[in-house]
């Protein structure tokens, strides 16, 4: 049996006390090791489903617990630094070189210096970009994608056991972001950790995951691996999600013939 | 006027001494206040609005009304003088500081909380550092109205390059006259043209 890295219960949140719930009584349990992806359209509240994980969102009702333990226990910073975090724009820190973007958390848990520059390498090489080219640029000189590889280093940087990834690849042109999509699998599958990863696009969901959320107004529809989604939609809306993407493909074929 | 100048050299002298070290004087402490204040309003928006809010105020009043509310409580004098120019340059420096640390892109400040800085470690090693040119340009805003407005403390005795001034405007001595707002206006000015390209290199 393996291990539960992260658990909901019945977790709620209401921005402003306004009438509704952004996540609305959600219970929800990641085994270590998967890569979950959450899907979901605009203001379903999958990124507030993420954000309450590392405390950037404080949640209005309910329990989280990672690896058995109430995050709400533990300290915020310690919390925060055992779990990496990559967002769509990237956040990369302009007065800082790459170097010294990737070693910022080993810095500020004082890691000593030969082992910080080998992290680094180690990292860049992790993740397609050569060290010595890149080690001493500024964030502004590389491309798109190319920064985005640099969030992913940084956020791996202490070794966290679990990843969260907001949209880690929505601000990419679509080839890059097929082989950035190709090369997180191979390091999700090298690295055994826990992958979560947020996304409104159905096919990076279905690709990525070992396992699916689709959410809704608030409250998880559906989750399951991906094969049994398409085979067993838990619901109209999931249906639909399933069979509108199916129409997106129909109109390739009908194009190609 | 050169024969002015070679005569009562030393006067000149230390007049602009005296001026240099009212307004070093002032900066040093306008600077340590300032930053206690932005520390203060990164706190909340509510106190970060107040007060900027409230050194607007005292930055409209003009400062010779300033320094006469003032000399009631703290005399005639230096005192009195950096007193006044202490409170004019909050305005100047806690509006370019605030607005600078705010300024910093969200996602970047998302990303650093994200990591686990704490909030100090974010303020010291990505707001500042990257508000750095509107930190200085609120500096650079408080030394040169300091320099200028330094010239007026004269009239309550605060000596300086105004007192060259007012003294020849007393006594209608034409020499003082000029050379006091040569110091003066030069002082400003190249003040203003030193601390501008020192701005562009950052």
Redesign the interface.
């Known amino acids: 049996m393996s291990n539960i890295a992260i658990q909901f219960s019945d977790v709620s949140k209401n921005y402003n006390d306004g009438d509704y719930n952004a996540v609305n009584h959600v219970n929800l349990t990641i085994e270590e090791g998967e890569f979950v992806t959450i899907l979901g359209s605009s203001g379903c509240g999958k990124t507030t489903l993420l954000k309450m994980i590392n405390r950037l969102v404080e949640p209005s009702g309910g329990t989280i617990e990672l690896y058995g333990e109430d995050i709400l226990d533990k300290d915020i910073v310690k919390l925060r630094r055992g779990i990496g975090y990559v967002i769509q724009q990237v956040g990369l820190f302009p007065h800082m070189t790459i170097a010294a973007n990737i070693s910022t958390v080993p810095k500020l848990m004082k890691w000593d210096s030969d082992k910080t520059e080998a992290r680094v390498n180690d990292l860049l090489t992790l993740v397609g970009l050569d060290p010595e080219v890149f080690k001493l640029r500024y964030p502004s000189e590389l491309s798109g994608g190319q920064q985005q590889r640099v969030g992913l280093a940084r956020a791996l940087a202490v070794d966290p056991k679990v990843m969260l990834l907001d949209e880690p690849f929505g601000a990419i042109d679509a080839i890059t972001r097929m082989n950035l999509q190709e090369e997180l699998m191979s390091i999700h599958k090298g690295l055994k950790k826990t992958f979560i990863l947020v996304t409104h696009d159905i096919n990076e969901a279905f690709k990525l995951g070992t396992k699916v959320i689709i959410m809704n107004e608030g409250s998880i529809r559906q989750y399951d691996t991906p094969m049994n989604i398409v085979k067993k939609p838990a619901d109209d809306f999931v249906a639909s999600l399933i069979a509108s993407s199916r129409n997106q493909k129909l109109f390739w074929e009908v194009d190609e013939a | 006027m050169i024969e002015y100048l070679l005569k009562y050299g030393d006067k000149l002298g230390t007049a602009l001494i005296e001026h240099l070290v009212l307004v070093s004087i002032t900066l040093v402490i306008s600077l340590f206040m300032a930053a206690l204040l932005t520390l203060l309003a990164m706190r909340s928006r509510l106190i970060s609005k107040l007060l900027v809010y409230t050194f607007s105020v005292v930055y409209s009043v003009p400062s010779l009304a300033l320094f006469a509310i003032l000399i009631p409580v703290t005399g005639l004098g230096k005192v009195t003088a950096i007193v006044v120019l202490v409170l004019y340059n909050q305005y100047l420096l806690l509006r370019n500081f605030i607005a600078g640390l705010n300024d910093v892109?969200a996602?970047?400040?998302?990303?650093?909380?994200?990591?686990?800085?704490?909030d100090t470690?974010i303020l010291l090693?990505?707001r500042i550092?990257?508000s750095k040119r509107a930190i200085f340009t609120g500096i650079h805003l408080a030394i040169v109205s300091t320099i200028g407005i330094a010239t007026i403390a004269a009239s309550i005795n605060a000596g300086g390059l105004g007192s060259i001034l007012f003294d020849g405007l007393r006594t209608m001595n034409v020499n003082k006259i000029v050379w006091g707002s040569i110091l003066a206006a030069g002082l400003a000015v190249s003040a203003n043209y030193l601390l501008g390209k020192i701005e562009k290199a950052l």
């Open positions: 892109d996602s970047i400040i998302e990303s650093a909380m994200g990591m686990g800085m704490t470690q090693k990505i550092p990257l």
